[in-house]
């Protein structure tokens, strides 16, 4: 049954209630729901009808296509001059003997560790460290697009602008222009937790706020530019602190049109000071993705990690309104493992993750930062999954 027989058969479902009735009549129509609207789906909506309406806008958007990029992480830090209670990753400057902090040349090493490599982006983000400042940066980004043009350089959030931007006494909107002479390309989605104050001044106090997370990707998307955003749920926040989050960026959005993805982050609780705080269930994961794909009408793509949320809940999210699931090549990112997710080797090949989406019958699409296509995998056959062939035996009568 296609997605559309199925949102009719929910709108003549004699037991569902109005109001659900009337969000999913908003989904035929689309429509845009309420914040209000987007509050009772958290509080009301089961599983099977979220997936339903879910899927619906994901097949409208993008049919059975699914994409993935190649890229690598670079890491160069987890040291932190901030604390913030989730985090797994950071190592406090006090703490300086478990963590790392890369020089200039040890990053452009592993840079070139891939340059035989088919990747089409590096993906930067770290800590925060006094050493690393505006001028750090420009000079990395700078070295990495002149030792190879053409990988998108996607880095640093605006945690790390906001900090830099300070120190250097500069306002976002030159701060920016400066990164993008450098050889920035695109902004990922880290750094915006939860917005609201009564949640973000619990969890990470001092980083930059919701205010400050939002106007540097305004300045960003101000010059043309693209990024992504993310939402880190399941701790201490509360349904109405979700919704508010993709409202905010869903405002934004309307004003700029420079995001290109929605990220929902699950909340890991191994290694941090908020381990007493437990994990919500895959069922709540999947809800929260298909809200989210309801909710943010005007986002083209809602991603998954799934070297955070383990392989199996990444495909069965491709039914629930996510239509990219990242995808690294190998096991270059710390981020994940170390907050206890599913993945603590997060190594997947292309032919891992194509056969990964294709088992549960959708398209895998390699795209580059941009969504461009790269690689559609629907009908390419790898090397090894190539049938023998076997001669004609002559046929004796
Ligand atoms: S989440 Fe980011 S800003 Fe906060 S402590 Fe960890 S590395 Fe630092």
């Known amino acids: 049954m296609d997605t559309t027989s199925k949102l009719t058969l929910i709108l003549n479902d004699p037991d569902l209630s109005e109001a659900l009735k009337a969000i999913a009549q908003k989904v035929q129509n689309q429509e845009r729901i309420t914040f209000d609207e987007g509050v009772y789906l958290y509080e009301h909506a089961e599983l099977g009808y979220l997936g339903t309406l879910a899927n619906h806008i994901r097949e409208r958007k993008h049919g059975d296509n699914t994409y993935f990029n190649r890229n690598f992480h670079l890491e160069p830090t987890n040291l932190c001059v901030y604390d913030c209670k989730f985090c797994s ?93 450098a050889g920035l390309e695109s902004i990922p989605g880290g750094g915006a937790e939860i917005f609201h104050p009564e949640v973000r001044d619990l969890i990470s106090k001092d980083k930059c706020t919701g205010e400050q997370w939002l106007a540097i990707h305004e300045e960003w998307h101000k010059l043309g530019m693209r990024s992504n955003a993310t939402m880190l749920y399941g701790h201490i926040e509360k349904y109405e602190h979700r919704v508010d989050h993709m409202e905010q960026l869903r405002q934004l959005q309307d004003k700029t049109g420079g995001f290109q993805t929605f990220i929902p982050l699950k909340f890991r609780n191994q290694h941090n000071q908020m381990s007493h705080v437990p994990e919500v269930s895959v069922i709540e994961d999947l809800r929260n993705y298909a809200i989210a794909r309801i909710y943010m009408d005007n986002f083209d793509h809602i991603k998954a990690y799934w070297a955070m949320i383990s392989r199996q809940t990444a495909q069965l999210s491709l039914n629930f309104g996510v239509d990219d699931i990242d995808g690294t090549l190998d096991d270059t990112t710390k981020i994940y493992s170390m907050a206890g997710a599913e993945e603590q080797n997060p190594a997947m090949s292309t032919q891992d993750l194509v056969n990964l989406i294709k088992q549960v019958k959708r398209k895998p699409i390699e795209r580059d930062t941009l969504y461009n296509v790269v690689t559609d995998y629907t009908d390419f056959v790898f090397e090894d999954e190539v049938k023998p062939q076997y001669y004609k035996l002559p046929v004796i009568n």
């Open 89 to 181: 990753y950071s190592r406090l400057i006090k703490q300086k003997e478990e963590g790392w902090a890369l020089t200039m040349e040890e990053m452009l090493d592993v840079v070139k560790k891939y340059d035989n490599e088919p990747v089409t982006e590096v993906h930067i983000v770290g800590g925060v460290l006094p050493q690393y400042d505006v001028a750090f940066y420009s000079a990395l980004f700078s070295a990495i697009k002149k030792h190879r043009p053409e990988l998108h350089v996607k880095a640093l959030t605006p945690v790390e602008y906001h900090y830099i931007f300070k120190k250097a006494k500069i306002d976002y909107a030159t701060g920016m222009k400066l990164m993008k002479e």
